[in-house]
């Protein structure tokens, strides 16, 4: 009996199940359970009382396990995990591999103070140190600085670990710390770049175009796809630029005083109490003072947290001689004559803005999509629609007098223009005025609304607008794509795979695609590249353009332009493994089959008749094996290991059978 109660007590310290437990027991003492006896009452009771707190023990050891078992999840394509491992490993790659008699360094306890020498900048602008092999990654701090910092926790999905910046111990040459103009910079998420000149950050951008590229791009040392990533144009305002602000606070339950109304920590959730923002225009930075008072007086009318809307709006009046208002620095010379601005703060999440971009006026849902840093814009719009003009044919350049190098002929522009992802219709209305028909589509109907509205107010008569979804968006468009440029502005998840088959298929002349993401932007071109439709496209020019001075995001464009001449598949494909299945599926003839055998099957026939009258017109002609396809293509399986010859055809050498024009298939 006494053995009997020392292992249920086993069983309770030790998160034995009571049913192993009573097995065990069972074992030992087996007529203690066929038994009618005092001893046998007593133990059925212990079991009772034992039962409740056991099943507890037992939930808690099972949750503590199956925590302990569970996997990390897996890092999306292109999230901002992916983008900090992809720097942790091009970085690790630059340093010499560990010996085997290397003992590992340890990892070091979570909140433990650690000082670190900053030798590179991630594409989210954080600085990474390396210790081992292993990469710290610090927030507000760049290449030179030697700071302290304190871990937070270890990335289970790489190897490197994310840390608070705490202070800095020695500063980098290209630090300078008089140039912040935020108090809450270090703290907030917003800005990253404040201590850095701002033609450093405009070289950091660039950097982060060109490593976008490679990494989708491994072998364009080899291939030369990519040109060289122009240089950065940054905005003519770097403080005072932004047009919208959503700042947000969230009401703490039980408590009686206003809540912080800000934006969060850097890798926190907990909301700053900011009272100002610098990098706001004028009149969001007036309307978050009046918000936050309002905010403050009425917390108690919010049954929980809440973002709040800031979004600069803008009226134009005709500047009399008496009116001695300043006019806005964006304003030219010219413009300066015309008009003068004023420009107030709307709140309301269903209010209108309006915004003017040279002499074209936009308005706006307040709570819709338009680009937030106005200063940027004119030069901006500027440079796509300078691009969309077609380049002229060789043919149409005059010969120069000999010694002379020839110009180049003028570009040709567009008839056509499609304007994809249009929103409100800020490249349509601008950029449309220079072809004869354009277009724009987009799924969100209201943005339709306000892009006929644009159209209209601006004098733009051969504009249409249309909503469409991914999957039928050239549905209705009977433009020929040779004579059609097509501008592609999508949101920061970038094109999906139904657009991109449908883009292939429309095979527009000249592409001119904007990203806010310049990694899903490098992953699409790389798609359009990689598959067998897209192989006449060339890139012409990538550069980025600053929108968002301080901080590390930046807006780059790829023009790329359809080449007539026919040419052989690359043998390149994207780095991204469902991009190469999703092209693998693009390029698959499954679908054609019969098609495809009834074509082969004619070849054959008028093939051996050919050959047949041939042979009886030459009696000492050899009987030849009839292939089923006399194309230039090998046969599908068949992959030509590097450094293989072309194989002949027909008598034909290798270099005569390059100059056949390959054959030319619809794919569907």
Not at 15 to 37: D, Q
Not at 122 to 147: H, K, M, T
Not at 405 to 432: H, M, N, Q, R
Not at 434 to 448: F, K
Request: proline fraction near 8%; charge should be neutral; include cysteine.
């Amino acid at each position: 009996m006494l053995g009997t109660r020392l292992l249920l007590q086993r069983s309770l310290l030790r998160r034995i199940p009571l049913a192993r437990s009573l097995l065990l027991a069972r074992s030992f003492s087996a007529p203690l359970y066929n038994s009618r006896t005092p001893d046998a009452v007593q133990m059925a009771s212990v079991q009772t009382a034992a039962k409740p707190e056991q099943l507890a023990l037992n939930k808690r050891s099972n949750t503590h396990n199956k925590r302990k078992q569970r996997k990390p999840k897996p890092v999306a394509e292109d999230s901002p995990e992916q983008v900090v491992l992809q720097d942790v490993q091009r970085l690790l790659a630059t340093k010499p591999p560990p010996s085997d008699l290397t003992p590992p360094v340890p990892l070091t306890e979570p909140f433990t103070l650690v000082e670190l020498a900053i030798e590179d900048l991630s594409c989210a602008g954080e600085g990474l140190a390396v210790v081992g092999q292993r990469v710290y990654v610090v927030p507000f701090s760049i290449p030179g600085d030697v700071v302290e910092a304190k871990v937070v926790r270890h990335s289970p999905n790489g190897p490197y670990t994310e840390c608070d910046f705490v202070r800095v111990i020695n500063p980098s040459p290209d630090r300078d710390d008089s140039l912040v103009k935020c108090q809450y910079f270090a703290k907030c998420a917003g800005c990253h770049y404040q201590m850095m000149p701002y033609e450093r950050q405009l070289k950091q951008k660039r950097e982060v175009i060109v490593r976008a590229f490679a990494h989708y791009f491994p072998n364009d040392s080899t291939d030369h796809l990519i040109p060289e990533v122009g240089d950065t144009i940054g905005s003519p305002l770097q403080y005072g630029y932004r047009t919208k602000l959503t700042p947000h606070f969230d009401k703490r339950k039980n408590s009686t005083e206003p809540p912080e109304i800000g934006f969060t920590t850097k890798g926190r959730r907990h909301v700053i109490d900011i009272e100002d923002c610098p990098i706001g225009t004028e009149a969001v930075r007036a309307g978050l003072k009046e918000r936050r008072e309002y905010v403050r007086n009425n917390w108690d009318q919010y049954k929980r947290g809440a973002t709040v809307l800031l979004r600069e709006s803008t009226t134009r009046e005709p500047k009399t001689d008496t009116d001695t208002t300043t006019a806005p620095e964006s304003n030219t010379e010219d413009e300066l004559v015309k008009y003068i601005e004023r420009k107030f703060c709307i709140s309301d999440n269903k209010g209108q803005t309006t915004e003017y971009i040279g002499d074209y006026k936009f308005t706006n849902s307040a709570n819709g999509f338009f680009q937030n840093n106005n200063s940027i814009l004119p030069g901006f719009v500027s440079y796509i629609r300078d691009n969309l003009s077609l380049p002229a044919p060789a043919s149409s350049t005059t010969p120069p007098p000999e010694g002379e190098t020839p110009e180049p002929a003028p570009p040709i522009p567009p008839k056509y223009l499609v304007d994809a992802y249009c929103g409100s219709g800020l490249f349509t209305v601008t950029c449309g005025s220079a072809v004869q028909q354009s277009i724009g589509i987009d799924i969100s109907a209201e943005s339709i609304a306000y892009a006929s509205q644009n159209a209209s107010q601006n004098s733009i008569s051969n504009a249409s607008f249309q909503t469409g979804t991914a999957s039928e968006i050239f549905k209705n468009i009977n433009f020929p794509g040779s004579e059609t440029s097509i501008i592609i502005d999508p949101s920061r998840k970038g094109c999906d795979h139904d657009f991109l088959n449908q883009l292939l298929q429309f095979r527009p002349k000249r592409i001119v695609y904007v990203s806010c993401n310049v990694h899903t932007q490098a992953r699409d071109v790389a798609y359009v590249l990689g598959d067998e439709r897209g192989v006449q496209y060339k890139i012409d020019s990538v550069r980025g353009f600053d929108f968002f001075p301080q901080t590390h995001h930046v807006e780059s464009v790829v023009i790329m332009t359809r080449d007539e001449e026919p040419k052989k598949p690359r043998r390149y494909s994207p780095s991204d493994k469902r991009a190469r299945k999703e092209n693998a599926r693009a390029r698959s003839w499954s679908k054609d089959r019969a098609r495809y055998a009834r074509e082969a099957e004619a070849k054959e026939a008028k093939l051996k008749e050919k050959l047949e009258a041939e042979g009886e017109g030459n009696p000492d002609a050899e009987s030849v094996d009839t292939p089923m396809d006399m194309g230039d293509e090998e046969p599908r399986g068949r992959k030509r290991d590097a450094g293989e010859m072309e194989p002949e055809e027909d008598g034909v050498r290798p270099a005569e059978a390059e100059q056949r024009p390959p054959r030319k298939f619809e794919i569907l």
